[in-house]
């Protein structure tokens, strides 16, 4: 704007010259021309041979977590370079780096940052935008240098270990285990045989020696694998921000998956959000980052009901395993289609995101009942409990 006003004075002075003819206001305007061409010169030259380079010591972080990096600015002129504005532009919540330096000839300047991972999601760092002036004020040019690099910010988590034993929710090696009525590769002991038992449960060398039928009894696979279903249906979310049933689904999600990995489990995810993920199980630290890389992103926005995911999803959820289910559903539709799967050789355990806390209200509500008559284990988190305490109680039973 200063070179805009000073543009329209040169041509007041200079039209009051051609008019009057005075060799005053002719002098005048010389200067005034001379300033804004030396003006717009100097922003212009001034950004020419920079460098910006911008370094993180790493793409990936946790929420709660600070990346540290380092902003380069390199002179590879010969001329010096003053009052450069550097601007890293960027998307990180909480996170603003911007600095004036001046170069010397071949000069480098350099700074550390931290960024603050406040939220999780995905976000893009740079390219760094730099702005020149020249000493009067008159004039601004700017550039923009570098790429644009993406820095991964994955869902917090609490420990939830406690959770894999029996005692308290999922059921984990080395415990007591629990009888099942179809085949696993755990023979607990022999009983009678019964007419509808199939002929493959039959253990022939007690048969021999007893001189009667005789089948196995088995155990749950220690070794099954945990599927972890999180509902991010839009329609069944309440709260906002950090305090909404979407977040909390999330961090139980990514804990619990921290947790049954590192117990050396086989995990699987299903995510119904934007996007949609399913990740078949797995073991290993590759599958712990994919799972936290799609938790980082997903968003609560999808139009699935969880009956109609439990129904898609009952294909790939094999028999002997342990299904997680994360929702703050009240819908009834969903219970019936968990209690199918129950029959069908699979394992629920449900963690209940009660809605009606996250919307400032505890209103009774019949999905705990309906959980618990079909036999269901079932966790139920409010808003503002601390969910590892919470997760590692015992789990709600039937009375």
């Not at 004039?139 to 005692?167: D, I, K, M, W, Y």
């Not at 284990?377 to 789990?395: D, E, F, K, M, T």
Request: charged content about 15%; glycine content about 8%; aromatic content about 8%.
């Amino acid at each position: 704007m200063r070179g805009v006003a000073l543009l329209f004075l040169l041509l007041l002075v200079s039209g009051i010259a051609v008019v009057n003819g005075s060799e005053l206001f002719f002098r005048l305007a010389y200067v005034l021309a001379a300033v804004l061409v030396v003006s717009y010169l100097w922003s212009w030259a001034n950004l020419i041979g920079v460098e910006v380079i911008p370094t993180r010591e790493t793409e990936q972080a946790q929420v709660g977590q600070q990346v540290k990096g380092m902003i380069t600015v390199i002179n590879h002129s010969r001329l010096p370079k003053l009052w450069l504005e550097i601007r890293e532009n960027t998307d990180m919540p909480d996170y603003y780096a911007s600095a004036v330096v001046s170069l010397p000839p071949k000069g480098t300047h350099c700074w550390s940052v931290k960024i603050p991972c406040q939220r999780r999601g995905q976000f893009t760092m740079g390219p760094v935008t730099v702005i020149s002036g020249d000493p009067f004020g008159l004039f601004s040019c700017q550039r923009t240098l570098g790429e644009t690099h993406t820095l991964v910010v994955h869902p917090a988590t609490v420990n939830l270990s406690s959770l894999l034993q029996p005692s308290v929710g999922l059921h984990a090696a080395g415990r007591p285990q629990q009888r099942v009525h179809y085949i696993t590769p755990n023979v607990s002991g022999v009983r009678d045989y019964f007419f509808e038992d199939s002929l493959n449960r039959i253990h022939w060398p007690t048969t021999a020696r007893l001189g009667r039928l005789m089948a196995k009894e088995f155990d749950m696979d220690p070794g099954s694998d945990i599927w972890i279903l999180l509902d991010m249906d839009e329609a069944v979310q309440a709260g906002t921000g950090d305090e909404s049933t979407e977040e909390y689904g999330v961090l139980i999600a990514a804990s619990l998956a921290k947790a049954s990995l590192e117990a050396q489990r086989p995990v699987g995810l299903v995510v119904s959000g934007v996007p949609y993920y399913q990740f078949s199980p797995n073991r290993g630290r590759g599958q712990l980052l994919e799972v936290m890389d799609a938790l980082a992103v997903v968003r609560a926005q999808g139009q699935m009901p969880l009956s109609y995911v439990l129904t898609s999803e009952r294909n790939d959820v094999g028999r002997n395993c342990t299904l997680v289910v994360i929702t703050s559903s009240v819908a009834e539709s969903w219970v019936s289609n968990l209690r199918v799967l129950a029959r069908g050789g699979v394992r629920p355990v449900v963690i209940w995101l009660d809605p009606s806390s996250f919307v400032g209200s505890r209103e009774s509500l019949p999905v705990i009942d309906n959980l618990a008559s079909g036999d269901i284990p079932v966790h139920s988190v409010l808003q503002g409990q601390v969910i590892a305490q919470v997760l590692n109680w015992p789990r709600l039973r039937r009375t």
